[in-house]
């Protein structure tokens, strides 16, 4: 058991580095996550078939999953383009309301109540982006960016819990990339007929190493180990721990800074931001141990079971 939990601890940790691989990778936001998705989708293919899993679907079927990676395009796009406009901990303290966007969206999408405390703790996480945005006035562009990206990711995550009913995680992962960069492509074609500029496909070796690991090793190997670690760990211990990837990535990004990275000198922040942080990363972590607490309320233990029964 320990052994899961120090993998999944690893996992979360890859996650976190996205941001900082973001910075190392010269290309334009869009061409990064179009070179991404394709080498995800690729090594996705190759998963599936020395699995020997199914991979088609019934075309009406493939169309929603492929609409969904537009999503996931669209919400990758932002999420570097906030770590180039805004320094690495700005970009990751935005992505912090991950969980506020999903408890807005949740019961719309799903049809299920909303939670008292769930807009108790977005109001909590508000406080904690008010004092990060006044802090690093500076970086605010940056920090709204990501906050978007933070949305969009609540928003086919939970359409994802929908789909994932129907289809194995790999076979869905699979179509949301490739669904992720067909769109991506679509939009290169067709950006300079519109005056946009001509697309930048040309990664330099650097550029290739960071966009292999970031598609190989973040994408592909840390989800389809996260899958697999669910079938020995339970959801929650699995979510609450992924609350940590912004923690993570702060971590990494001072790090770079220390190391005297080229791209990672914006990394010396104020207190206030860092405050302010903290604030959301508290309201982050406390949602799940509340989510948890109320469905315990709900829930009757074995003995209360029992006793129902005997009555």
């Not at 395009?73 to 690495?88: E, K, M, P």
């Not at 690093?136 to 789909?163: P, T």
């Not at 129907?166 to 992962?173: A, N």
């Not at 469905?295 to 209360?304: G, Y």
């Amino acid at each position: 058991m320990l052994k899961d939990y120090l993998r999944l601890h690893f996992i979360v940790f890859l996650w976190g580095f996205t941001a900082i691989l973001g910075k190392l990778i010269s290309l334009p936001p869009v061409e990064l996550v179009f070179y991404r998705t394709l080498i995800a989708s690729v090594g996705l293919i190759g998963l599936l078939v020395l699995r020997g899993l199914p991979w088609r679907v019934p075309t009406g079927q493939a169309l929603r999953l492929l609409g969904v990676g537009a999503l996931v395009a669209a919400h990758w796009i932002t999420f570097f383009l906030a770590a180039r406009l805004s320094s690495v901990s700005v970009c990751l303290a935005g992505m912090a309301t991950l969980a506020l966007w999903t408890s807005l969206l949740e019961p719309v999408l799903l049809r299920k109540r909303f939670q008292p405390y769930e807009i108790l703790l977005g109001l909590l996480a508000m406080v904690g982006l008010y004092l990060v945005s006044q802090a690093e006035f500076d970086q605010l562009l940056g920090l709204g960016v990501a906050i978007l990206s933070a949305g969009l990711s609540a928003l086919f995550s939970v359409l994802n819990a929908r789909l994932i009913k129907d289809h194995p995680p790999l076979r869905l992962t699979l179509y949301e990339m490739a669904g992720a960069c067909l769109s991506i492509m679509v939009f290169l074609i067709a950006r300079p007929a519109f005056g946009g500029p001509l697309p930048s496909l040309d990664p330099t070796p650097a550029d290739w190493l960071w966009l292999l690991l970031l598609a190989g090793v973040c994408t592909v190997y840390a989800f389809s180990a996260s899958v697999e670690l669910m079938k020995r760990l339970s959801a929650f211990a699995v979510n609450l721990t992924i609350n940590l990837e912004p923690v993570y990535g702060i971590v990494l990004a001072v790090l770079m800074y220390w190391l005297a990275v080229p791209g990672f000198g914006q990394e010396r922040l104020s207190l206030g931001f860092y405050a302010g942080t903290c604030i959301i990363l508290l309201s982050v972590l406390i949602h799940p141990l509340l989510n948890q607490w109320q469905l315990r309320r709900r829930r009757p233990t074995e003995d209360e079971a029992v006793s129902l029964v005997e009555r």
